[in-house]
């Protein structure tokens, strides 16, 4: 399936995807480098049959095939690509991708686990690591939607359908009588509007105006509730705008407005976050008209395509994007979001866990995900790309667009209805004392989802009391912390429950305090690191926490390890440990005359084993110790 959406989504994700070996691939090379992936995949096949086939053209051949969705082809040269001694993550990666778009799940989780193993950082191997049976959970989600094939859709491209009144708007590439476009061999995408017929039906499709149709390529609508502005995307070439490059010409997508007149539409105006060096795309506009959503690959992002929101001034400008946070967005594409009247945002994205290509996820949002990110499951995802989807909470009707298999062309429009509200369950939580049992107020409540993304945070009121909207049956973790109280983190298991009950008890900042020392749950590092993690900085605040109560309180942070390894690695180690706990606590504001850091190495074991040690003991023996030199409760005064 050549999906021209690609083209949409991956536009200035382009390049080569190794560097070219030989003058012998130069002209496929040039072909890939226009996106001409068609006719690149031929260049490449042909010096295959010639005998010069490698770990390069091989590469090449699965990008290209990737990029126009052929799956099984792409499956084939990834696998012959990484034979010939391509390791490289993002290639096992897109390969079990297209393993899973084929349905073999099982090849595809092997494929899964070696990426895990090879980019452990990466939040798509922590988030498959906790869930490696993902597939099968998205499978039994309940089934919320029905998808129902439309009669509009040709051999050709549909997608990204909006309903404004009686009509329908989508972007489609039928138009027979435009340029072929290299990429996948079809038209040039239009915007086309289809009236509603009282029967149901919706008419052939008009062509709209040039004010917002041009020789490139138009993208996705969105329409302010008052339907007097229409926002949508366009390729930059229509500003002589692109990669000033003379063999490739890579152009962006930028993002326009255009509002309502008499005849039909004004000209079409960009906006000034548009740039020539990335694109900025899929714009919805929020039920209440204030805000705008979009995908944009600017800088400063957390993968290919995030997604940002940005306020709509009364002079109809924008504001300063805003990144919708790691909850949402990944190392891979979200893309195409859509923000319902109830409060949900719905995105597509294959960076989170998915049944393959592109699946449509959505999480509460309320200027911050208020839950974690579910997949809506089948039938509304497939193991195809699944994206661009819509719904009227009203009427419980929406659409979703896909290149899943038995569709009429290579992107297709299903209606979807709505059958069963998606679950959520109201997470409440009572914050007291541990000792009096007297409720906290102003106790700050963060909640985390499996992978560690913060979800959102929210103080207590007067009774002690936070509350969060979260999907059923996900499993989150809650930090809270108080003045003068010592932080804690709880785990809380997914319910299918409409109200969860929790209450957490926090204890007396005081309680740290054990003889000469601030005692701290363990500290990890990650393997050979010195680098803060999270978990160590929740336990380091606490420290903080101590300090600042005590202002005379000095500390001498120590680091010890166990006995594997040598002396010297091991004492360099813990210093280098020591050191980066104690400019932690410096960077929170404590003067640095306040506190230490010293490397111990294996010189202090706390249980002096030898070379005997259990496993167990090993671990008594790595930890962190903070000694209170001078200015504790007992000196203070």
Not at 17 to 24: F, K, P
Not at 531 to 560: C, G, R, W
Request: hydrophobic residues 30%.
């Amino acid at each position: 399936m050549n999906n021209i959406h690609t083209y949409i989504t991956i536009l200035m994700m382009g390049g080569l995807s190794m560097s070219a070996q030989n003058n012998d691939t130069k002209k496929a090379d040039d072909l890939y480098a226009r996106f001409e992936y068609i006719e690149a995949a031929d260049a490449y096949g042909k010096l295959v049959e010639k005998g010069k086939g490698d770990a390069y053209v091989y590469s090449q051949l699965a990008e290209a095939n990737y990029n126009i969705y052929n799956t099984e082809q792409a499956e084939r040269w990834y696998a012959m690509a990484i034979e010939a001694g391509n390791q490289d993550p993002e290639t096992i990666y897109k390969y079990s991708q297209m393993l899973k778009a084929n349905g073999k799940y099982t090849e595809s989780n092997a494929q899964m686990a070696k990426f895990a193993s090879l980019a452990p950082g990466d939040e798509r191997a922590k988030a498959y690591q906790s869930t490696p049976d993902y597939i099968s959970e998205i499978k039994s989600t309940r089934k919320s939607f029905e998808v129902q094939d439309m009669d509009l859709n040709t051999k050709y491209s549909e997608f990204g359908a909006v309903q404004h009144g009686e009509d329908l708007y989508l972007v489609s590439a039928r138009n027979t009588k435009r340029k072929i476009y290299g990429w996948n061999g079809e038209p040039f995408l239009d915007v086309y509007r289809f009236a509603k017929a009282e029967d149901g039906t919706y008419s052939e499709g008009e062509l709209l105006s040039k004010e917002i149709n041009t020789k490139y390529h138009e993208g996705t609508v969105s329409f302010s509730p008052d339907g007097n502005a229409m926002y949508f995307s366009r390729e930059s070439f229509f500003e002589k705008v692109y990669e000033k490059e003379d063999r490739t010409k890579i152009s962006v997508i930028h993002l326009f407005r255009s509002n309502k007149t008499e005849s039909g539409w004004s000209q079409a105006e960009g906006f000034p976050i548009n740039s020539d060096s990335y694109s900025v795309k899929d714009p919805a506009v929020s039920p209440d008209g204030k805000t705008l959503y979009f995908a944009s690959n600017m800088p400063g992002g957390m993968g290919g395509f995030d997604l940002y929101r940005a306020v709509i001034e009364e002079d109809g400008t924008l504001g300063e994007p805003e990144n919708l946070g790691s909850t949402v967005n990944t190392e891979g594409h979200e893309v195409f979001p859509f923000m319902s009247s109830g409060g949900d945002l719905y995105f597509a994205s294959n960076g989170h866990l998915g049944l393959g290509g592109l699946d449509v996820f959505y999480t509460k949002y309320d200027g911050a995900a208020l839950a974690s990110v579910r997949n809506l499951g089948v039938p509304v995802n497939s193991s195809g790309d699944d994206f661009s989807f819509t719904i009227n909470d009203e009427t419980s009707m929406g659409f979703v667009s896909s290149n899943r298999a038995g569709g009429k062309g290579n992107d297709d429009v299903y209606q979807v209805r709505k059958v069963e509200e998606p679950c959520d369950t109201q997470l409440i939580v009572k914050i007291t004392d541990e000792k009096t049992g007297d409720v906290i107020v102003g106790a700050l409540a963060t909640l985390y989802g499996v992978n560690g993304a913060e979800m959102g945070s929210m103080t207590s009121d007067e009774e002690g009391m936070v509350s969060f909207s979260v999907l059923c049956e996900a499993d989150t973790e809650l930090g809270v912390t108080a003045t003068n109280y010592i932080g804690k983190r709880v785990s809380i298991e997914g319910s299918l429950e409409k109200e969860v009950r929790e209450s957490v008890q926090l204890a007396p900042i005081e309680d740290l305090i054990v003889a000469d020392q601030v005692v701290l749950n363990p500290i990890y590092f990650d393997f050979d690191k010195s680098n803060i993690t999270a978990q160590a900085a929740f336990e380091l605040d606490k420290l903080v926490q101590v300090m600042t109560k005590y202002p005379e309180m000095v500390i001498l942070a120590t680091s010890h390890t166990d006995s594997r390894g040598s002396e010297d690695y091991n004492m360099s180690l813990s210093d280098r440990r020591a050191k980066s706990t104690a400019q932690y606590v410096i960077s929170k504001g404590i003067d640095k005359s306040r506190i230490t850091g010293e490397g111990k190495g294996e010189t202090k074991p706390k249980v002096d084993c030898g070379a005997n040690c259990t496993e167990e003991q090993h671990q008594l023996n790595r930890r962190s110790e903070f000694i209170i030199v001078s200015g504790g409760p007992k000196t203070a005064n």
